[in-house]
């Protein structure tokens, strides 16, 4: 057996592992990264980085659809299902150099390509060798969860783990999961011409506000999307190119099975009983500095950290150990700031609070101001007016909002940053945007805050009339 001392020993190569692996050696600090399967985990093998390729391919295959609405010829392109996989593999390819061993080692990362379990509080083993460290990071994110629904088992089931290597076009493809993975892999489908079934046991897109959400499903459904909601699939069936999934709504056949109902935290090759480290299906139970509650010399970010699962989460997790572990630093993370967004069109995107959850937090202290897509005039000329904004303002500073539309997961950034930086409503209203652009609806959202206050105050209006009089 091989011994290795260093100061961090990081378990999981993905996106919060490598972030916290470049930033650490490149600060002056001795790291051991391990990873047992894919460098780039999930995001650039089989999450982010395929989904958002095949969405590519699926816009080029639809654009020609609404052609007409601007005066050119409506065309329907005959699409090359396993070309467009080709397309995302390339992307990956292309994208895989920023996360691969060699660029690791290259930044002075001891790159062990091998699981790593926990053999006591202080000691990780990762093939034939073990590590001492002062310092553990837990980063080994999470896989597809596939429910115990009687037949699955009996079927061909696809997973984000390997629809992207599925190569001929599904007819029909039946989606078990209403949330995002199951509704951008839906329109990506539709789009390149399967049919397609999503099958949802309570609300399609249920974690964002459904007046948005109503939004974009309404779009999904005019593409040709079935979406049948309120359907838990209780039992599979099926034979070779049939599949039949059984619900109290029905029973919903088709050629192929994505399962897309959530996610299983990657946790079962960590033996994290003999590191102390305690957890529960939810991941590793962590401390507000993402800190294990048992064992202090662990840390846990990204998905297996148990909170938000997102790329951009676990890169900010890196951020906030790496202040902890290398200067020793106080350092909480924060998650009223975080957004996020689904790529379907239209997009849809959020930051902190819904207005639901807004209205719980501080009743009448909130008030909520909307500005429709359909008077932002580069959305008329983009024929791209349905949408909305909605911020959730509480004491003239906004403490979430949410977008459906055009772009929103561009536009939910000023408010991200707005919010990060407890900055008022001004912020947003006294910048100068490029006319016309889609994030004026950001400022005309903020406009709509100030307009009754200043347009219709009676107070207002007496001060400008005095000093109209007083004017020379
Ligand atoms: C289809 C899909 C689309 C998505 N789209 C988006 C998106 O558009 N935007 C977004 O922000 N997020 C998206 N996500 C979520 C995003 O992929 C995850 O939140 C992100 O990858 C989590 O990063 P992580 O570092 O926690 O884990 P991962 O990226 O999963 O990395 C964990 C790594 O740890 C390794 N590992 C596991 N156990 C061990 C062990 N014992 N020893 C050594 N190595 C181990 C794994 O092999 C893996 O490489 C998507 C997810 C999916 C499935
Ligand atoms: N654009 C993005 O940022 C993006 C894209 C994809 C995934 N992700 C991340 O991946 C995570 C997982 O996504 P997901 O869509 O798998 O999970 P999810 O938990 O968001 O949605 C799963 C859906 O499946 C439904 N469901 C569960 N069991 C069911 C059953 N037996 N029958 C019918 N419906 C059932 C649930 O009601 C839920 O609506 C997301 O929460 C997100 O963090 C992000």
Request: hydrophobic share 40%; net charge neutral.
């Amino acid at each position: 057996m091989n011994r290795i001392k260093t100061d961090i020993c990081i378990i999981g190569g993905g996106s919060g592992g490598l972030s916290i692996a470049a930033g650490a050696v490149q600060m002056g600090a001795k790291v051991v990264l391990l990873e047992g399967h894919k460098m780039g985990g999930d995001c650039l093998n089989y999450g982010c980085v395929p989904s958002k390729a095949l969405i590519a391919s699926a816009k080029h295959a639809h654009a020609g659809q609404d052609n007409a609405k601007y005066g050119v010829e409506k065309v329907s392109p005959t699409v090359d299902y396993a070309a467009a996989k080709d397309h995302v593999h390339d992307v990956i390819a292309t994208i895989a150099p920023v996360d691969s061993v060699e660029r690791f080692e290259g930044l002075g990362v001891n790159v062990i390509q091998e699981y790593g379990k926990f053999i006591s509080k202080t000691e990780v083993q990762a093939g034939d060798t073990v590590i001492e460290a002062r310092r553990f990071v837990v980063a080994t994110g999470s896989g597809p969860l596939v429910p115990p629904i009687p037949g699955l088992e009996d079927v061909d089931v696809y997973t984000n783990e390997n629809i992207f290597d599925l190569r001929e076009r599904p007819d029909h493809l039946i989606i078990i999961g209403g949330g995002p993975i199951g509704m951008e892999m839906a329109q990506a489908h539709v789009r390149l011409g399967s049919k397609v079934t999503v099958i949802e046991g309570a609300k399609a897109f249920g974690k964002d506000d459904p007046e948005l959400a109503a939004i974009v499903l309404e779009n999904l459904k005019a593409e040709g999307v079935e979406i049948i909601e309120g359907a838990q699939a209780e039992k599979v069936s099926g034979s070779k190119g049939k599949v039949t999934v059984h619900t109290p709504k029905g029973a919903f056949s088709g050629s192929h099975l994505l399962v897309a109902v959530g996610r299983k935290v990657n946790i079962d090759k960590l033996d994290l009983d003999a590191g102390g480290v305690k957890y529960d299906r939810g991941g590793v139970k962590v401390d507000a500095g993402l800190r294990s509650v048992t064992n202090k010399k662990v840390y846990a970010v990204g998905d297996v950290a148990g909170g938000m699962q997102f790329t951009h989460v676990a890169g900010y997790h890196a951020g906030v150990v790496i202040r902890s572990m290398l200067f020793g630093l106080p350092s909480k993370q924060r998650t009223d700031h975080i957004p996020w967004a689904t790529y379907t069109d239209p997009e849809l995107s959020q930051v902190g609070l819904t207005e639901e959850q807004a209205k719980k937090k501080h009743g009448a202290n909130l008030e909520v101001v909307r500005f429709e897509y359909e008077h932002n005039d580069r959305a008329i000329a983009e024929r791209k007016t349905k949408g909305l904004i909605k911020v959730m303002v509480v004491k003239g500073r906004p403490v979430g909002a949410s977008i459906a539309g055009y772009l929103a997961g561009e536009l939910i950034g000023m408010w991200a940053m707005a919010i990060a930086n407890k900055q008022k409503m001004t912020a947003i209203a006294n910048t100068v945007l490029p006319y016309p652009t889609i994030s004026e609806i950001n400022k005309r959202a903020a406009g709509a805050y100030f307009s009754p206050r200043l347009f219709e105050s009676d107070k207002v209006k007496t001060i400008v009339g005095l000093v109209q009089r007083w004017l020379p």
